[in-house]
């Protein structure tokens, strides 16, 4: 007989290390590839048949959870007004189990679904792991021996911790030890300053050091959404998985393609969308409902689209990119990688690369750079601390409802929070906070001139 299982997705971070998309929204609801991240999780949980799915949250989030999980079965929404760290979203989730065994998941994150079964199917108390790709510095870990944890610690220097934590398998015993997690994080190299928070990692050490967890090592994909950058890795990819699946064509009602379009790959049409004349495709795309692709639009691989969304007049679109629901590209404009949430307009010759929040209006001409003039590495801070991103760290990142004005200029790696602009002609070379507006100070020289000067 199969064991009972609950399981408890954990989501009511602040999200703070995504500026600037952590101003309006829990970052668990962004779509990546088309699809809320918090979904992810919990389709899988619904998909192996899990009883009951509790969702923790803060209150300023529910709605906007529901909308990304519905109509999901079995979600039970669990609301707290303050947060005190992980440990403490646990103690409230496991509260509203109605089994022994939970699996513990973070909202999020994208797990491998090889992996994902393995840990569902444990039945012993069980951490899943994955090989740290980024330095040990960005991460609270763990060493892996012989499938067993050994040793948790958090953001150490060097290269004692080689794995990071994905989710878990977890008795009401281990669960009831985690809820006395401290108020700070016990394990850290001396002279490391840590925050007054209470993780499950810091409940975990006591019940790792007797023994009692074991390591599970993830063999496929995984993404920790912890900063924008990490964000677009997983886009990209998951676009690529998502679009890679098309084995044909698929038309919903009302439905088409011209002709005179050049599809050199698998598309799935939502209803009523259509690809018009002289677009060339050069790779497998999702578009959702009543979307228009027309009169010249290249797109240069794979890709995923929302509703609503206008795509023409000859503007280029790259590989893995995935663009929301509503957005209009229009008159030669280039995305040439990221990710565009819902609402983006991109008109006459702007080249835009990176992450671009919900109601972003990017004026005539506005650009980013691709690559540092100095070919330097990208560095960004993420709450005053520098990180140096092992990719997308060149992008730009706009926060939701931003505009900029024609011909700006955005350098490699700027941030810009939500509700600012950026006016005409500014050349922005570094972050800028929520609710600002740049403009650039301009003087003029102004002299006779005549034909006296030129000419005669």
Aim: glycine letters at 10%.
């Amino acid at each position: 007989m199969a064991l009972k299982k609950s399981a408890v997705i954990l989501a009511a971070g602040v999200g703070s290390k995504m500026f600037p998309f952590s101003t309006v929204r829990s970052k668990t609801t962004i779509k990546i590839a088309g699809i809320p991240l918090i979904r992810y999780n919990a389709q899988k949980l619904a998909q192996m048949g899990c009883e009951d799915i509790v969702v923790v949250t803060l209150s300023s989030y529910q709605r906007e959870i529901e909308a990304c999980l519905s109509p999901l079965e079995n979600i039970n929404i669990v609301c707290v007004n303050e947060n005190y760290g992980s440990a403490d979203s646990l103690a409230s989730g496991a509260d509203a189990c109605t089994n022994d065994n939970i699996l513990v998941l973070y909202g999020d994150t994208i797990i491998d679904e090889r992996d994902f079964e393995i840990l569902y199917w444990e039945v012993e108390p069980a951490a899943l792991l994955y090989p740290l790709s980024e330095t040990a510095k960005n991460w609270i870990g763990a060493t892996v021996s012989d499938n067993r944890i050994g040793e948790i610690g958090a953001h150490y220097r060097g290269s004692l911790i080689t794995h990071q934590f994905a989710a878990f398998n977890l008795d009401i015993n281990i669960i009831s030890q985690i809820i006395k997690a401290p108020d700070y994080f016990p394990n850290v190299k001396c002279g490391v300053g840590v925050p007054r928070e209470r993780f499950v990692e810091a409940g975990l050490i006591k019940p790792v050091q007797q023994g009692q967890i074991k390591a599970i090592e993830g063999q496929g994909i995984f993404f920790d959404i912890d900063k924008p950058w990490h964000m677009l890795a997983a886009n990209e990819q998951m676009v690529k998985i998502r679009t890679g699946k098309l084995k044909e064509n698929k038309l919903a009602e009302g439905a088409g393609i011209s002709q005179r379009a050049i599809v050199r790959g698998f598309v799935e049409l939502g209803k009523n969308s259509v690809i018009g004349d002289n677009v060339v495709i050069e790779g497998n795309v999702i578009a959702g409902e009543n979307t228009v692709i027309d009169n010249g639009a290249i797109i240069s691989g794979s890709a995923v689209i929302g509703d609503n969304t206008k795509i023409r007049n000859y503007c280029h679109i790259y590989d893995g990119v995935s663009i929301g629901s509503e957005c209009i590209l229009d008159h030669g404009s280039e995305f040439i990688g990221g990710l565009m949430m819902d609402k983006v307009y991109l008109y006459h010759y702007c080249e835009m690369y990176g992450a671009l929040g919900n109601y972003v209006d990017i004026g005539a001409a506005t650009v980013c750079g691709t690559l540092r003039f100095d070919d330097g590495s990208p560095s960004q801070r993420v709450k005053g601390r520098i990180e140096i991103p092992l990719s997308y760290g060149d992008a730009i990142y706009i926060g939701d409802y931003c505009r900029t004005g024609v011909n700006a200029i955005l350098m490699p790696g700027c941030k810009i929070g939500s509700y600012s602009v950026v006016g005409p002609g500014v050349i922005l070379t570094g972050d800028v906070e929520e609710n600002s507006l740049i403009q650039v100070k301009q003087e003029l020289t102004i002299k006779k001139w005549g034909y006296e000067k030129y000419g005669w």
